[in-house]
């Protein structure tokens, strides 16, 4: 087993976090070896939306060899270390439709495919067929998109994809692209996670965020660390923040929304500890 060191404050998106041991998968088979020595091993793909403890163990990732697009006839294989937007400009040049989504959307394939990425009532998941995975044994099996019951920003995945097969349907649409652009034109361009907490039912997160009082109020020791007077649910980070401090500020973010909403937010982004 191949072993690399990452420092989390500056791979991940919101560049917070310590310097870690992460176990490199080369071949299913090097999964299959993990898990049976480890219950829960921790995945982590392009940790865009990911905080990560001092405390974190049991840490994988994807080789490079698994970032790729095959053209299998009628649909894509696309490995899940696949930067969003490879696929994106691939779709793009073979006039492929459903991928317009991907449109400065970060991450890569795999997480995208976890959270069931996307704005609004555009997800990926409708244009995914399914993923390749360990399931019985330590061959990869084809697991359909029905069986991962994916949602809003969610799915049932455990277990880590290597790859996504998808639909391939012509009619690239560039209005799309256009539309998303202009969606994501309020969101801050500082590290952040993304989205910090899902939108409840109804409602928006960076409203409730802000109506208690949080946007733009700078936070922790060094206050580098704050809600985005640009968008109220991008936590962003400004400096030199800690795990800690991030910690802190999205349960007090979550604490004065539910006593002044009783509203529950929860978590968008991934806490590893």
């Given at each position: 087993?191949?072993h ?7 791979y ?8 870690l041991?992460v ?69 793009k ?73 998808f639909?391939?349907q ?34 928006f ?33 400004l ?15 979550r ?19």
């Amino acid at each position: 087993m191949i072993h690399k060191t990452i420092d989390f404050s500056i791979y991940s998106s919101i560049k917070i976090g310590p310097t870690l041991q992460v176990s490199l998968i080369q071949n299913p088979q090097d999964y299959y070896e993990i898990l049976q020595h480890t219950i829960t091993p921790k995945i982590i793909g392009a940790a865009n939306n990911l905080l990560v403890s001092p405390n974190a163990k049991n840490l994988i990732m994807l080789d490079k060899n698994f970032s790729y697009i095959k053209d299998c006839g009628d649909f894509l294989e696309v490995g899940a270390l696949t930067p969003s937007g490879k696929l994106f400009s691939y779709a793009k040049k073979h006039n492929l439709a459903g991928f317009e989504i991907l449109s400065g959307l970060p991450g890569s394939i795999g997480g995208i495919i976890k959270m069931n990425a996307g704005l609004k009532e555009y997800e990926i998941k409708s244009s995914l067929l399914g993923i390749l995975s360990l399931k019985n044994s330590q061959s990869l099996e084809f697991i359909p998109t029905h069986s991962l019951n994916l949602s809003y920003r969610s799915s049932t995945i455990k277990t880590l994809i290597f790859a996504g097969i998808f639909k391939k349907q012509s009619g690239f649409n560039p209005k799309l692209t256009d539309l998303f652009a202009k969606m994501r034109s309020n969101q801050p361009k500082e590290p952040s996670f993304g989205s910090c907490f899902k939108n409840p039912p109804n409602d928006f997160a960076g409203r409730l965020i802000e109506s208690v009082g949080l946007k733009g109020v700078a936070f922790g020791s060094n206050k580098s660390l704050m809600f985005s007077p640009k968008h109220a649910n991008f936590l962003v980070n400004l400096g030199k923040a800690s795990f800690e401090e991030s910690l802190e500020l999205i349960e007090l973010a979550r604490n004065a929304v539910f006593e002044q909403h009783k509203i529950t937010l929860q978590n968008e982004v991934q806490i590893l500890k």
